[in-house]
């Protein structure tokens, strides 16, 4: 289902790293929805579902402004051999390895992906004067920082988990590329993303599948507050991004931090159920708690969540059940 990639006269050509991810293809579908052509990477790892990926994939797929290309980061000569000489206006890495207890567990799989992935992206980018480079970053650079809500310049140099000391690793290559070579850049770091086709391995996701499914869902400690941001604000604030010019480094929450005990009321009315809940003692790789302060991404960007909490779960409820028959076998 591949189609051409070479520039349509009038439409944009914009990389998206990531593209089978939840953020990734969201991006990428927005992208096609105004009139650009995206070319899509991925690896299709097994960090979490690859049915999920390949659904989100599928869609993406229907399109003729749309080209997949399967391959690893990691191998620099790949990104050359596989993109070619297209004119390509941006390159939008959303590319990781996620998962904060994963990378406990496995840190060097985290540092190969996150760090090597973007210092060859980064390569790329250079080798191919592309002049718009934004990276997906995330909140969890901030580590236990007790100054709420927290601001891009709050302290992020204290990670708690490897996942988070490999994101930090690739801010700091990416602000290294803009001053070596004049690549305007834009890191955006993500609080607590959901909804529909969210990834299995985050809470909301495996609250919904296990309030439905009448299985028991596992909370750490009293699950703390987060800062959950709804899919299509962040995928807007993403192409907002693509604007700006020089170095940036701009939060993207929802300012809004709800209590994930209350979160699991809201999906317990969803679904008219009572959740079975079993508490464990609070991972110490995890944040205490998330809280953006946005007010540099609503200057710069005119951005603003649109999307509530409660309306945000409704819809990401609503398409676990339309995709039950399915969905319901994905653990994370």
């Known amino acids: 289902m591949a189609v051409s990639i070479l520039k349509v006269r ?13 953020i ?7 992208i096609i929805e105004r009139g650009d052509q995206v070319i899509g990477i991925d690896n299709m790892n097994d960090s979490y579902s690859i049915e999920i990926k390949k659904h989100r994939l599928v869609t993406l797929l229907a399109h003729d402004a749309f080209t997949f290309k399967q391959m690893d980061l990691s191998d620099l000569n790949s990104l050359d ?16 390895r996620a998962g904060v207890r994963q990378s406990v567990i496995n840190p060097s799989l985290y540092l190969e992906s996150n760090v090597i992935g973007t210092l060859n992206v980064l390569e790329f980018v250079r080798r191919k004067n592309i002049p718009k480079y934004v990276l997906a970053s995330t909140s969890s650079v901030y580590g236990k920082n007790e100054s709420q809500p927290v601001k891009e310049t709050g302290e992020s140099s204290f990670a708690l ?8 690793a690739a801010e700091v290559l990416t602000h290294t590329y803009h001053h070596l070579y004049g690549i305007n850049a834009s890191i955006l770091r993500f ?23 009448g299985e028991a869902l596992t909370l750490f400690g009293d699950g703390g507050e987060r800062d959950f941001t709804y899919i299509d604000d962040t995928a807007i604030g993403v192409l907002k991004s693509l604007e700006l010019q020089g170095f940036n480094i701009i939060n993207l929450g929802s300012d809004s931090p709800v209590a994930v005990l209350d979160v699991i009321s809201m999906i317990e009315e969803c679904a008219g159920q009572v959740a079975s ?21 609503r200057e710069l960007l005119g951005w603003n969540p649109e999307v509530s909490i409660r309306e945000g779960i409704k819809e990401t409820y609503d398409w676990y059940v339309n995709n039950r028959d399915w969905a319901k076998r994905i653990t994370g």
Request: charged letters at 20%; hydrophobic letters at 40%; glycine letters at 8%.
């Open 191 to 213: 609080f607590t993303v959901y909804g529909p086709q969210g990834r299995p391995d985050m809470s909301i996701f495996k609250f919904i599948r296990a309030i439905v499914e």
């Open 277 to 297: 809940v079993t508490v464990h003692e609070r991972d110490p790789s995890d944040v205490p708690s998330t809280w953006a302060d946005i007010s540099k991404a």
């Open 161 to 168: 988990s490897p996942y988070a000391a490999s994101k930090k």
């Open 24 to 30: 990734g293809s969201r991006v990428a579908s927005m």
């Open 81 to 96: 051999n596989h993109i070619g000489s297209n004119e390509i206006s941006a390159a939008v890495h959303l590319a990781a």
């Open 10 to 22: 009038g439409m944009e050509l914009y990389l998206v790293t990531g593209v089978a991810g939840f």
